[in-house]
């Protein structure tokens, strides 16, 4: 027996972020079981949107830089000139911004919704932020570990996660 409309709309809005018109049309005539299936088959390991460049910096390449500064900003103050505003803060902004756009924009663009609803469950589960961190790249990975494991293996997960630098 075919789901009623406001089953559908429901069940979509249960996993996803509030169904579209296309959304709810994809749905019409399937009965509970395929319209459960179909949004479990429909869930992905990976983004849809490409990672911000410096997902791939490791955090040396950051460490490095602030060792440069410290040494610049110790000169600096020895011979009594002003002290810059230090590039590494401006740097862990700009990329702290940069992985929250690229997040929303994975939000609103996802075809799998219901993977970005797990995302976000193992995000405030698994408690971390930006503000704790201080390292975009490491929420990024840490972004792909939930994305990568949302409904699969708990124990994979757990373990995973006990393990991530974020």
Known sequence: MALPSDDIRH?????????????????????????????LNG???????PLPAFSGETLGELVQLRRQQRTAANSAASSGKPAAFPKIVKVVIEQAIAAKLWWYEE??????????????????????????????PAMLHQNELFRREAADNFARLLHEIARDPA
């Open 11 to 39: 069940l979509l809005s249960r996993t996803g972020f509030g169904p579209t018109p296309s959304e709810l049309a994809g749905f019409a005539g399937l009965n509970y079981g395929q319209a459960v299936d179909r949004v």
């Open 43 to 49: 869930m992905r390991a990976t983004a849809s949107q």
């Open 107 to 136: 939000l609103i663009a996802t075809p799998s919704p219901f993977t970005e609803r797990m995302v976000m469950f193992w995000h405030n589960h698994f408690t971390s932020s930006l503000q704790k961190v201080r390292y975009a």
